[in-house]
Nanobody
Framework: QVQLVESGGGMVQPGGSLRLSCTAS????????MGWFRQAPGKEREFVGL???????YYHDSVKGRFTISRDNGKSTAYLSMNSLKLEDTAVYYC?????????????????WGQGTQVTVSS
């Protein structure tokens, strides 16, 4: 059974930065496409970005140029670096793993999920 454990959430002022980590256990991390999603209160879960097995990255338009996804297969960890944070970035952020070579922006196509970590952007 694969487990994903997230860390790094918190509260930050607008314009600030945070880095989230997602560490996997129970399987070969390099096999996974790693996705990041977020869910704000009263809203549906939405795609933030992903990193493929080949370390290609894809982002939602709302975070392009501000967020960066990376992975360290040796540490079985994916990262979401967030800069220039805005009030509207406030949400619970989830990492997810997809056990397939093909990428997807659809949450339903991810096999494993972290517990979520709260990111609050507030002045």
């Amino acid at each position: 059974q694969v487990q994903l454990v997230e860390s790094g959430g918190g509260m930050v002022q607008p314009g600030g930065s945070l880095r989230l980590s997602c560490t996997a256990s129970g399987s070969t991390f390099s096999r996974f496409v790693m996705g990041w999603f977020r869910q704000a209160p009263g809203k549906e879960r939405e795609f933030v970005g992903l990193i493929s097995r080949a370390e290609n990255t894809y982002y939602h338009d709302s975070v392009k140029g501000r967020f960066t996804i990376s992975r360290d297969n040796g540490k079985s960890t994916a990262y979401l670096s967030m800069n220039s944070l805005k009030l509207e970035d406030t949400a619970v952020y989830y990492c997810a793993a997809r056990n397939d070579v093909s990428i997807s922006r659809e949450a339903a196509l991810y096999d494993y999920w972290g517990q979520g970590t709260q990111v609050t952007v507030s002045s």
